[in-house]
């Protein structure tokens, strides 16, 4: 028994004085620090407002926005396919060398580094002052008049403004722009938001959101858009259909300014798409915003929400259909009779789900309806 207990701390103290250790036990220390630095930020949103999202990470986002910016694709996609390319050969290399410890390793300061990164360049911005909060909006319970008026004015202006779009052959909603000055003209929302409210938070000078090569990809994982924090990029899915992509565009966008909860985003979207001088993206804030409000409406009173339906411009069904059509294209998608459509569909709803409930969202991806809240809170305010 003693010659073991040796053997065993004879082995430790080898160990541990091991690069592979070193670099495990620091890159698991930097993990811990920021995460404690995080639950603490959690407490404090206005001086997180003020010294992180307005101060380090406004200044931050911007200049390395710019910089990667200068690259015509998405340098974020490029990188992340060329760490999983790496990782696999320097996996099948230490296996093949029986240098295991060594990707262990690697794989332990990756993860933790990556995290690490993740709050210090972005995920603070969970921790900032609340978008109703910041705007002065009262979120609390609402009687159901004041959700059947939301649906009706939405759908008003919907029923003005389609009429007015361009249509394919097919008598759907077309962007009438290429999709390099669409996602270029993108920012003009915001300037025009920045300046009705007055307010900086919405405001700066960022690239303009890039495509997606892997777009085909995400369409299958149901992902219409995703930034990433470590290059400061909106990354858009160029097969999202035209009615929807400008609202992608200023949803992802809002993440690139600081912009965290989903709902919030989604918000902030619709607000710019909105104050937005071109049409199609004032049809595309409204489309996205009557969609989720129609589904609320469908749960509290379902003959309001018959009546409002059937009232609704033909173009406008058109659109709603043939996006429907597009989704379920890949949800079905088979092969050997194996749905990989819906098995990718799950993978990603459960991956984005996991990660909002991991920053407090309790309700995860369900959460991008709570929209309809801040809508009807800011209805309020103006009425």
Known sequence: MKNFLEKTIDFIKKFVRK????????????????????RV?????????????????????????????????????????????????????????????????????????????????????WSRVSTQDYLGLEIGPS??????????EIADRINQIRPLLQED???????????WNLRNRAQLGFDNLAR???????????????????????????VVGIFIPYTFEANINRLDPDVSRPFTIM??????????????????AFLACRAHPDIDFIYSGYYMAFIYTMNELHIHDREEYDRIRERMYEGFRRDVIARYEFWEHFR????????????????????????????????????????????????????
Request: net charge positive; hydrophobic share 45%; glycine share 4%.
């Open 41 to 125: 930020l959690v407490h404090f949103p206005e001086f997180v407002e003020r010294y992180y999202s307005m101060g380090f990470y406004r200044f931050l986002s911007q200049t390395m926005s710019i910089l990667f910016g200068m690259f015509p694709f998405s340098v974020a996609e490029a990188l992340i396919a060329s760490l999983i390319i790496f990782s696999i050969y320097y996996l099948v290399r230490s296996i093949k060398r029986k240098r295991m410890l060594n990707f262990i390793a690697f794989a332990v300061c990756t993860v933790c580094v990556l995290y690490s990164s993740f709050f210090v360049f972005w995920g603070f911005n």
């Open 19 to 38: 690069k592979q250790f070193q670099i495990i036990a620091f890159s698991i220390l930097l993990a811990f620090v920021v995460e404690t630095l995080r």
């Open 143 to 152: 009687h159901i008049d004041e959700l059947r008026a939301l649906s009706n």
């Open 169 to 179: 052959k097919n008598g759907v909603m077309r962007i009438n722009s290429s999709d």
């Open 251 to 268: 949803h992802e966008i809002a993440h690139q300014q600081g912009i965290a909860p989903e709902d919030e985003a989604n918000f902030i």
């Open 196 to 222: 009705e409210l007055d307010s900086e938070r919405f405001w700066g000078i960022y690239s303009p959101p890039k495509n997606l090569i892997s777009s085909r990809l995400f369409s299958y994982f149901r």
């Open 332 to 383: 079905n998608r088979r092969i050997f009779n194996i749905n990989i459509g819906e098995i990718a569909g799950n993978i990603g709803e459960a991956v984005n789900d996991a990660y909002l409930q991991s920053q407090g969202v309790d309700d995860g991806i369900r959460s991008y309806s709570r929209m309809v809240s801040l809508l009807l809170a800011e209805r309020r305010a103006r009425t």
